[in-house]
């Protein structure tokens, strides 16, 4: 399991992850259409229709109701930031819809309230939900199952982050499975407040929060390190989303290393950003390469600057 550790700040809040020695993204792959042959290894081979997380050396069942069962949340709540998945059903032999629209992967948000057109706020408690909104799809590559048409893996094109995420599968056989990706290595209350949304009359919106530059956030924080002969190094990635309903310019960003104790070891200059408007919902992918890194530095944390 890669140390990622990621949180994503609300306006106010800070996001913070932990260093490591990750790979980068790779390229994005058609989601559309599978290969001609499949390179994921398979343990084994289901018996029963339904959905599968792929492990190194287990074929885990993640079930198909839209609901977790409490009885077996802990066995699918550490999967791995690099797991597969399969899915074994009829509908992949009758349907003709395209693959990236029947099989979807998403990183779920806790909906905090629930706003009327006439402007009332309904409070609602634990619901969770794929919100449709910039950072929370994962994309997915597909690949055939060897004689066996009525399965398919699709494996995330992006190392999954910790979090709790939803696949699901539309067709003759319409499943939503819930699980978690190095979920005891984050704290809930804190993912909840950092992956926020509200249900509008036209569809989610991010919480709104006090504080923070006008809207702004910062999500899938990620880190790089790297070396020459030199000197070493360290790439900072990320992503800066407009969750306001304006256009808004893009601020400077704050950026400190932060030793395993959360305390600060070096102090990032100020980074400044081309000066262009971001429309709602917008998202600027940014990058902050280091040089020399402060010894001990074990996290690195990035907030906008107001």
Known sequence: MKTHDLTHGLPGLLAVLLLSACAP????????????????????????????????????????SAEP?????????????????LIYSRSLTVDPEPLDSAITLDRLAQVRDERTEDGTVIPLA?????????????????????????????APQIPLTPGVYSLKLNGVDVWDSRFGVAWSS???????????????????????????????????????????????GL????QLVNTSSVSEILPSLSASLLDDQNQVVQ?????????????????????????NPAPGAARVRVTPLA
């Open 267 to 291: 102090a990032l200059p100020a980074v400044t950003l081309p000066e262009q408007a971001l429309e709602p919902g917008g998202v600027y992918d940014f990058r902050i390469n280091v040089t």
């Open 126 to 154: 634990n619901r969770w939900t794929a919100p449709n909104l910039p950072g929370y799809q994962v994309p997915l590559q597909f690949e055939p199952v060897a004689g066996q048409p009525e399965m398919i893996i699709a």
């Open 235 to 238: 790439t900072i990635e990320g």
């Open 186 to 232: 984050v704290s809930a209350q804190q993912y909840a407040a950092e992956h926020c949304v509200e249900k509008l009359p036209s569809g989610y919106q991010p919480c709104i929060a006090v504080g923070g530059s006008r809207g702004f956030i910062v999500r899938e924080l990620r880190s790089l390190r790297t070396t020459d002969e030199n000197a070493q």
């Open 69 to 85: 069962d409490p009885d077996n949340w802990s066995s699918r709540a550490d999967l791995s930031p690099e797991t597969s998945f």
């Open 25 to 64: 993204p790779p390229s994005q792959l058609s989601g559309t259409d599978a290969p001609a042959s499949a390179t994921t290894p398979l343990p084994s081979l289901p018996q029963y229709y339904g959905l599968y997380a792929v492990e190194q050396t287990a074929l885990l069942p993640i079930g198909s």
